[in-house]
């Protein structure tokens, strides 16, 4: 039988030393920090191993007493309850439908992961860009902000200088060439420049040099902007000291700097003279002119002096109804045959009536230069260039004016503006789409072509009802000499009115 030959060997066994060999294993510190995982740490052992019925020939072994004295080390006496703790813990799943739910589970934490990340670099991104859109923002309106020093006395740029009269004389011939003002210095220069630094010093050189003072007023705005013309002329102002100072030699002075010599300087003044004598010898020409006719005009008076007039009553009758003839025949001896007789007539004044067209028609809703049709709902005439300014400007259009106004706000925009736009291409498809809003009123146009400004000015003229919304100056300067209309524009980032006391919103 099986059972007795593992007796047979149980008896064999008896003679080894276990007990010294056990003693001295040494179990490894690797195994010693061995920690159960979670999972095995709540494994449960199912019932059908709970209920496992041994038979009784195995139950009934008995060990021999060598193996029984075997004394084991607490490590190895431990790790029997441990796992058996851990077999206990675990629960074992069902096969199919616990593969899909890890699945499932799987991809779904790991898609929630990714979007999560996703968002929170957009959000990271976003307020980035939003803090340096801020930071920019800050810096421009300081630098907008920044306003000269009115209380310091500027000098000018030479005062301090060695050879004090000499680049006295080079600096003022500046302002005897344009082309010190309209020339820009070249691109790889290192000139800086900034107007509110060089106030008080373009201050004091207006006040020493007369010829700048007429060439800002020829240049600027026509052919170049204020900062622009100070800027070429201070560039040129830096080259002159840099030479002085030893800085930069002659050659690159003489490309840079524009100076007219003394032969062209007195050729302008003969071309001057010239020309002011010739205007002269024309006025002269014309005042000869005039006498003439002046001296024709008397001759002619004097004629028609000559031929006297007869003034008669053919109405009268009875006595002296015949001293008119010899009236006549008098004057006609004197005069030698020339009478005009001219029957008498009262003189009427000419009245002209009050519906006249050439009389000033003044408008019945207005009270001096008070307009009484205007009231809430406020209805305002928009311009192209108005939606364009607010949309860089970053303003809301009704809520703005509602703001300015502190009433309801009806924006209305006419077809010419609607024209205006749609021709203005691709660029301006967001002012289009802000002219199209729902909430806006759209006024039709009889008017031939798309010019709006004439359509507004001829409709406020007519209809006293409407504001004007523009920031065209030719456009507001038409709108100002009619009286009664209010003229909405932007200032500062918000919209304000002039000539509207009720705007009690509107910035001072």
């Given at each position: 039988m099986e059972f007795s030959n593992a007796v047979k060997n149980l008896e064999a066994i008896k003679n080894i030393d276990l007990q010294n060999a056990v003693k001295n294993l040494e179990i490894p510190q690797a195994v010693k920090n061995i920690?159960?995982?979670?999972?095995?740490?709540?494994?449960?052992?199912?019932?059908?191993?709970?209920?496992?019925?041994?038979?009784?020939?195995?139950k009934n072994i008995?060990?021999?007493?060598?193996?029984?004295?075997?004394?084991?080390?607490?490590?190895?006496r431990s790790v029997p309850n441990a796992v058996s703790n851990a077999v206990k813990d675990v629960q074992i799943p069902n096969n199919a439908t616990t593969r899909r739910l890890s699945l499932f589970a799987t991809s779904a934490f790991s898609s929630v992961a990714s979007i999560t990340q996703i968002i929170q670099q957009k959000v990271e991104e976003t307020t980035k860009n939003i803090q340096s859109e801020?930071?920019?923002?800050?810096?421009?309106?300081?630098?907008?902000?920044?306003?000269?020093?009115?209380?310091?006395?500027?000098?000018?740029?030479?005062?301090?200088l060695p050879n004090e009269d000499e680049l006295k004389k080079q600096m003022l011939a500046l302002s005897k060439d344009k082309r010190n003002f309209l020339i820009n210095p070249p691109e790889n220069t290192n000139f800086q420049f900034d107007l509110n630094i060089y106030y008080q010093t373009a201050m004091a050189v207006l006040n020493a040099d007369p010829n700048l003072n007429r060439m800002r007023f020829e240049l600027v705005p026509s052919q170049v902007q204020e900062p622009i013309f100070w800027r070429n002329y201070f560039y040129r102002i830096s080259l002159i000291k840099q030479t002085a100072l030893g800085s930069i030699d002659s050659a690159t002075l003489?490309?840079?700097?524009?100076?007219?010599?003394?032969?062209?300087?007195?050729?302008?003044?003969?071309?001057?003279?010239?020309?002011?004598?010739?205007?002269?010898?024309?006025?002269?020409?014309?005042?000869?002119?005039?006498?003439?006719?002046?001296?024709?005009?008397?001759?002619?008076?004097?004629?028609?002096?000559?031929?006297?007039?007869?003034l008669f009553d053919a109405e009268n009758s009875g006595e002296g109804s015949d001293i008119w003839e010899d009236e006549l025949a008098k004057v006609t001896t004197d005069t030698g045959g020339k009478v005009k007789r001219t029957k008498k007539f009262a003189q009427v004044k000419r009245l002209l009536n009050p519906n006249d067209s050439r009389l000033?028609?003044?408008?019945?809703?207005?009270?001096?230069?008070?307009?009484?049709?205007?009231?809430?709902?406020y209805h305002i005439l928009v311009d192209t260039n108005f939606i364009n300014f607010s949309i860089q400007n970053?303003?809301?259009?009704?809520?703005?004016?509602?703001?300015?106004?502190?009433?309801?706000?009806?924006?209305?925009?006419?077809?010419?503006?609607?024209?205006?736009?749609?021709?203005?291409?691709?660029?301006?498809?967001?002012?289009?789409?802000?002219a199209r809003d729902p909430r806006f009123e759209?006024?039709?146009?009889?008017?031939?072509?798309?010019?709006?400004?004439?359509?507004?000015?001829?409709?406020?003229?007519?209809?006293?009802?409407?504001?004007?919304?523009?920031?065209?100056?030719?456009?507001?300067?038409r709108i100002r000499k009619i009286p009664g209309i209010p003229i909405m524009y932007i200032s500062k980032r918000k919209?304000?009115?002039?000539?509207?006391p009720e705007a009690y919103g509107a910035p001072a």
């Open positions: 920690e159960l995982p979670q999972a095995v740490k709540n494994l449960e052992i199912p019932q059908v191993v709970k209920n496992l019925d041994l038979p009784n020939a195995v008995e060990l021999p007493n060598a193996v029984k004295n075997i004394e084991l080390p607490n490590a190895l801020h930071e920019a923002f800050v810096k421009q309106v300081k630098e907008e902000s920044i306003e000269p020093n009115s209380g310091t006395v500027g000098l000018p740029p030479w005062e301090g003489a490309s840079e700097v524009y100076l007219k010599s003394d032969e062209e300087l007195a050729k302008e003044t003969t071309s001057s003279s010239s020309t002011s004598t010739s205007t002269s010898i024309n006025i002269a020409k014309a005042t000869t002119t005039n006498s003439k006719d002046e001296e024709n005009t008397r001759k002619e008076k004097e004629k028609k002096d000559d031929v006297k007039e007869v000033p028609q003044a408008a019945s809703s207005l009270f001096f230069r008070y307009n009484k049709a205007l009231g809430p709902p970053k303003l809301e259009l009704v809520e703005a004016m509602m703001d300015c106004l502190y009433a309801k706000c009806i924006p209305c925009v006419t077809d010419c503006v609607i024209a205006e736009l749609e021709k203005l291409g691709p660029k301006y498809r967001i002012a289009l789409r802000v759209r006024l039709p146009c009889t008017h031939k072509g798309t010019y709006a400004d004439d359509c507004l000015v001829q409709r406020v003229t007519q209809h006293k009802c409407y504001i004007i919304a523009t920031c065209d100056r030719d456009l507001k300067r919209y304000t009115i002039e000539r509207l």
